[in-house]
């Protein structure tokens, strides 16, 4: 009787728990948990409109865009992660939307880069007010700050004043761009510092 008692336990135990898959097990009910690994900065990638991009290491050793985001993940610039996320399927997506949704379970590591190196070149960039602003006095990339005219470096003030003018006016609007920028270093909240060095 106690044998029958605990079998009936186990199974109504059993059949309460959410089931999750684990190591990359497809479970289309749950999910699955998978290992991402990002590049320390981000790339201009294709989509409605101009955008920056996750750049995914994958296990083959190739890169490659990641076009979503990851709920509870925030990126920041000059710091390569790993991360641990439940990727979950969307049933009915929204026009050009993801069929996967991707949460945050854990950072596994980050791996932040040394000062003053250079990320790759973003090429072809077109200039428009959502890739490059000026606001009380503070450029923007997209919507992240960045330091213009920094010491080492050939770009004057005028030159980055002239860019923000040039991406606001609509006559000049889709020109194409390439611009550089380095790490600099980590901000007293802890963000990564963007400054650009290239204009091209």
């Known amino acids: 009787m106690k044998k029958l008692l605990l079998a009936v336990f186990s199974i109504a135990v059993l059949a309460g728990c959410d089931p999750v898959s684990l190591a990359g097990a497809p479970n289309d009910a749950a999910g699955e948990i998978v290992r991402l690994k990002f590049k320390p900065y981000l790339q201009s990638c294709t989509g ?101 005219a920094i010491s080492g470096s050939d770009i004057t003030q005028a030159e980055c004043d002239d860019l923000a003018e040039r991406a606001q006016d609509s006559r000049t609007s889709n020109e194409l761009v390439s611009l550089t920028f380095r790490y600099g270093g980590k901000s007293r909240s802890g963000e990564g510092l963007l400054e650009l060095t290239t204009i091209e």
Not at 53 to 72: M, P, Q, T, W
Not at 84 to 109: F, G
């Open 48 to 148: 409605v409109s101009p955008r920056l991009c996750l750049i995914e290491e994958r296990a083959d050793g190739k890169v490659a865009f990641f076009y979503d985001s990851i709920d509870g993940f925030e990126f920041q610039w000059g710091t390569a992660t790993e991360l641990e996320v439940l990727k979950t399927k969307v049933d009915e997506p929204a026009a050009d939307a993801s069929h996967y949704q991707y949460t945050l379970i854990k950072e596994v590591s980050a791996t932040e880069l040394l000062r003053f190196e250079d990320f790759p070149t973003l090429e072809n960039l077109p200039l428009s007010d959502s890739t490059i602003s000026k606001n009380d006095g503070e450029y923007f990339f997209f919507n992240y700050p960045f330091t213009c």
